[in-house]
Structures are given as structure tokens and as C-alpha cells.
């Protein structure tokens, strides 16, 4: 079975700073790995995605993730943040099985972005 | 294109009662998946429609969630009768067939936040 940990429930950056959310996963198999974000009011949305092509993986919104397997991270940033990044973002994991696949989530990050 | 759309946006019903939650998905997506986050805690998956054949229902909690895609078009979760702990956001989900190489991506609905009092 796989597992995500995203480290911290919330995110304080500051206009123009660093963006890091953390996710670390556990899966036995070679896992798919994905980054949604989620706006108010609105659904899931998919920022980016590892399916084990290159490690470094560039989303929207400038946003990027690399896949470590030696530390099984896949930390999310953006090098300076905007207001409009303020949302809720969940790192997800999922591995084929049969042809099909389903989403393991963690708890979620809320990004907090004050000017 | 029309994205995934969930019905209703909230519902507030006491508990033992009835409730009935419809997805319509992206058209031509043969996969529509199911999950629910409940306050607090991350989002689950409950179960995962091919067409109108249930794929994978290991999610589903217990027997008083019952979900139906007749015809391999919309789908309903309909719970009954509802516990306070059913209390949370139903998301719908849905994806193309999945290619060579991983994965199709999972479109989202906005979801339907159920509060059982």
C-alpha cells in the first residue's frame, strides 16, 4: 500500500518569497506522483505530475517538483510567490495496478501568501 | 468542454435520513472515481467506475453508501440512511482510458459538501 506525508497543515510565505511544501511518500512500487491545487469554491486542479520520465518537473503557474527516490520526496516550490497562490495544495500518489489506478492523497497544505 | 460537475453544491440533512449526490462526468471519460474528505483529515478514495462496471469499490465505507452509473454516463452516491460521520466533501472525479505510460489525469469536480446534523 502507499502512504504521503506533507509536512505542515499551513504555510505562511511572504509576497515574493520562496514557495516549499514538503511531501515525502511511501509505496512499494515505482510510484506516480502528482501535485493539485485547490482554489476556494472550486476543485481539484492538476499542477504537476512524475511518471518517471525526468525528476525535475515543471507544472503552471511556475510552479515545480523533483522526485528524490533516495529520500522518497516530492517537494513542491515556486521561487517567489503570488497572492493568487494562496490556496490549498495536496500531494498525491498513485501506482498502476491491473491497467488502472486510483489517488492516495495526504492531508494537504494550506498556502497562506500575505503582501 | 464542460468540466466534471457535482450536484448539489451542500446539503444539510439530519441524521437517517436520505441523501443522493450525482456526477456528471467529462464526456467521453469511461473512468469516474469517488472520493470524500472528511474535516480534517485527507482526501479518500471510495470507489472507481470503468464505463458502468464498478472497477474497484474498496473505499467505500460501509453498506449505507450505495453508487450506481447506469448507462456509463452520470453517476449517483446515494447514502442511507446518513450518520454524522458521513459529514464531509464528496469529490467526483473522471479520466480517459488510461495510455501507455502511466496514469490519465483525474479531472475534479468542485465536490458537494454534506453536513448530517
Known amino acids: 500500500a502507499q502512504s504521503v506525508t506533507q509536512l505542515g497543515s499551513h504555510v505562511s510565505v511572504s509576497e515574493g518569497a520562496l514557495v516549499l511544501l514538503r511531501c515525502n511518500y511511501s509505496?512499494?512500487?515505482?510510484?506516480?506522483l502528482f501535485w493539485y491545487v485547490q482554489y476556494p469554491n472550486q476543485g481539484l486542479q492538476l499542477l504537476l505530475k512524475y511518471t518517471s520520465a525526468a525528476t525535475l518537473v515543471k507544472g503552471i503557474n511556475g510552479f515545480e517538483a523533483e522526485f528524490k527516490k533516495s529520500e522518497t520526496s516530492f517537494h513542491l516550490t515556486k521561487p517567489s510567490a503570488h497572492m493568487s497562490d494562496a490556496a490549498e495544495y495536496f500531494c498525491a500518489v498513485s501506482v498502476m495496478n491491473s491497467g488502472y489506478s486510483t489517488l492516495t492523497f495526504g492531508k494537504g497544505t494550506m498556502l497562506l501568501v500575505s503582501p | 468542454e464542460a468540466g466534471v460537475t457535482q450536484f448539489p453544491s451542500h446539503s444539510v440533512i439530519e441524521k437517517g435520513q436520505t441523501v443522493t449526490l450525482r456526477c456528471d462526468p467529462i464526456s467521453g471519460h469511461d473512468n469516474l472515481y469517488w472520493y470524500r474528505r472528511v474535516m480534517g483529515k485527507e482526501i479518500k478514495f471510495l470507489l472507481h467506475?470503468?464505463?458502468?462496471?464498478?472497477?474497484?469499490e474498496s473505499g467505500m465505507p460501509n453498506n449505507r453508501f450505495l453508487a450506481e452509473r447506469t448507462g456509463g454516463t452520470y453517476s449517483t452516491l446515494k447514502v442511507q440512511p446518513a450518520e454524522l460521520e458521513d459529514s464531509g466533501v464528496y469529490f467526483c472525479?473522471?479520466?480517459?482510458?488510461?495510455?501507455?505510460?502511466?496514469?490519465?489525469?483525474?479531472?475534479f469536480g468542485p465536490g458537494t459538501r454534506l453536513t448530517v446534523l
Open positions: 472525479a473522471s479520466s480517459q482510458t488510461t495510455l501507455a505510460g502511466g496514469p490519465s489525469e483525474q479531472f
Open positions: 467506475f470503468v464505463k458502468e462496471s464498478k472497477q474497484d
Open positions: 509505496s512499494s512500487v515505482p510510484p506516480y
